[in-house]
């Protein structure tokens, strides 16, 4: 049981200082001057910093990802410690353009060690190749009967992706709705989007014939096709940026799609631990960068304090519509009774300066408390 007190949970009235509760991994109470008289209770002074709810990132290669240039490029697996450090306690593991050296076996597995570490993790079967990868044989099956499996992962609009016909994605994506009709997941298709000729063109041919819902397709990368996500999103289709290791060049993208789109239909992940390679335009690769879950929190802040955006916005992409777009709005993404205890305090500079994981303290004053098991 945890007690945090004086802390200020509403960024739009900074005035207002308040308490949390915390019990059994949820929150069970928030309010001024709580004082539960129970045995075994932890307290800790919140020293009026800002509470937010942990973020939630649905693009992480938790395995690693690259590969774009021979077996030494292959990026190495996500650890505990860097969720942590990044405020990060909800994760979506998938694969890349290497479902060769990885494999969706693999993928759930790293998920399993993940939850078993104290985070919320779920994963993607499939990869960037058609057909698509899987454990079970069919994706449907993938997402019915994998507890941590709710949607798939494929490629369009990019020279390493198997080039889809329109009939490949809808057979792919009732695949993957019907999955999630029968278990109760959100049954999603994510879409790398690469910087090819088509764009979005293939997703809005399909929306224009064909009676599959537009919350099937989550396009991600969008920064690369900011006209065509702006139109979708219109449509009421979620679009789903990605960070860049400054944080900068996201955050001016993202204060612009906020003014020409839904903000609740706006979300933002990381593409940690995946190669960013840059191409020449002979798709010859120049060089490669790797993603950082950190670059999420560094994107928030920039917004807030270079972009003028308010903080209860900029959290936005990255709680409460991200949770509303995997169906987790009843118990992630808000700092209210009820929900998972997933919180972190920001200081007066918004530096992460503590991170709290199902109730559980993972990093106090920026120190790391919890790491993987095989971590230094």
Same mark, same amino acid.
């Given at each position: 049981?945890?007690?945090?007190?004086?802390?200020?949970?509403?960024?739009?009235? *900074?005035?207002?200082?308040?308490?949390?509760?915390?019990?059994?991994?949820?929150?069970?109470?928030?309010?001024?001057?709580?004082?539960?008289?129970?045995?075994?209770?932890?307290?800790?002074?919140?020293?009026?910093?800002?509470?937010? *709810?942990?973020?939630?990132?649905? +693009?992480? +290669?938790?395995?690693?990802?690259?590969?774009?240039?021979?077996?030494?490029?292959?990026?190495?697996?996500?650890?505990?410690?860097?969720?942590?450090?990044?405020?990060?306690?909800?994760?979506?593991?998938?694969?890349?353009?290497?479902?060769?050296?990885?494999?969706?076996?693999?993928?759930?597995?790293?998920?399993?060690?993940?939850?078993?570490?104290?985070?919320?993790?779920?994963?993607?079967?499939? $990869?960037?190749?058609?057909?698509?990868?899987?454990?079970?044989?069919?994706?449907?099956?993938?997402?019915?009967?994998? @507890?941590?499996?709710?949607?798939?992962?494929?490629?369009?609009?990019?020279?390493?992706?198997?080039?889809?016909?329109?009939?490949?994605?809808?057979?792919?994506?009732?695949?993957?709705?019907?999955?999630?009709?029968?278990?109760?997941?959100?049954?999603?298709? +994510?879409? +790398?989007?690469?910087?090819?000729?088509?764009?979005?063109?293939?997703?809005?041919?399909?929306?224009?014939?064909?009676?599959?819902?537009?919350?099937?397709?989550?396009?991600?990368?969008?920064?690369?096709?900011? $006209?065509?996500?702006?139109?979708?999103?219109? #449509?009421?289709?979620?679009?789903?940026?990605?960070?860049?290791?400054?944080?900068?060049?996201?955050?001016?993208?993202?204060?612009?799609?906020?003014?020409?789109?839904?903000? @609740?239909?706006?979300?933002?992940?990381? @593409?940690?631990?995946?190669?960013?390679?840059?191409?020449?335009?002979?798709?010859?690769?120049?060089?490669?960068?790797?993603?950082?879950?950190?670059? #999420?929190?560094?994107?928030?802040?920039?917004?807030?304090?270079?972009?003028?955006?308010?903080?209860?916005?900029?959290?936005? *992409?990255?709680?409460?519509?991200? $949770?509303?777009?995997?169906?987790?709005?009843?118990?992630?993404?808000?700092?209210?009774?009820?929900?998972? $205890?997933?919180?972190?305090?920001?200081?007066?500079?918004?530096?992460?300066?503590?991170?709290?994981?199902?109730?559980?303290?993972?990093?106090?004053?920026?120190?790391?408390?919890?790491?993987?098991?095989?971590?230094?």
């Amino acid at each position: 049981m945890l007690l945090i007190k004086n802390i200020r949970i509403d960024p739009e009235n *900074p005035a207002e200082v308040s308490d949390i509760f915390i019990a059994g991994g949820k929150i069970q109470a928030v309010g001024t001057k709580l004082a539960p008289d129970l045995p075994n209770l932890t307290i800790i002074d919140g020293d009026g910093r800002t509470a937010v *709810p942990g973020y939630i990132d649905q +693009h992480v +290669h938790i395995l690693g990802g690259g590969g774009e240039s021979g077996f030494a490029s292959r990026v190495p697996e996500l650890q505990l410690s860097e969720c942590v450090r990044g405020g990060v306690s909800t994760v979506v593991g998938l694969l890349g353009t290497d479902s060769l050296t990885r494999s969706v076996e693999n993928l759930v597995a790293k998920t399993k060690a993940l939850k078993s570490e104290g985070l919320t993790a779920f994963c993607l079967t499939g $990869a960037y190749e058609f057909p698509s990868p899987t454990l079970t044989g069919t994706v449907k099956k993938d997402i019915a009967f994998i @507890d941590e499996v709710i949607g798939v992962k494929i490629a369009i609009a990019d020279h390493r992706s198997s080039n889809l016909a329109k009939g490949d994605l809808i057979r792919l994506a009732s695949q993957a709705r019907l999955g999630g009709i029968i278990s109760g997941k959100p049954g999603i298709v +994510h879409l +790398h989007v690469g910087s090819g000729k088509r764009g979005l063109g293939l997703l809005f041919d399909i929306l224009e014939t064909e009676d599959l819902p537009i919350s099937v397709f989550r396009p991600t990368h969008v920064g690369r096709v900011f $006209a065509d996500a702006v139109r979708f999103a219109g #449509m009421g289709g979620y679009i789903d940026f990605t960070a860049d290791e400054g944080g900068g060049e996201t955050a001016r993208m993202l204060a612009r799609a906020f003014e020409q789109a839904p903000v @609740d239909r706006i979300t933002l992940s990381t @593409d940690s631990n995946g190669s960013i390679p840059k191409w020449n335009d002979r798709k010859e690769l120049l060089r490669m960068g790797v993603g950082q879950i950190s670059s #999420m929190h560094r994107t928030v802040k920039t917004l807030v304090e270079e972009c003028g955006v308010p903080l209860s916005m900029a959290l936005r *992409p990255v709680t409460t519509s991200v $949770a509303k777009a995997l169906g987790l709005a009843d118990r992630k993404g808000c700092l209210a009774v009820g929900y998972d $205890a997933d919180l972190n305090l920001l200081d007066d500079r918004l530096s992460l300066s503590m991170v709290v994981t199902g109730g559980t303290v993972m990093m106090d004053g920026g120190r790391v408390l919890r790491k993987g098991m095989f971590e230094p």
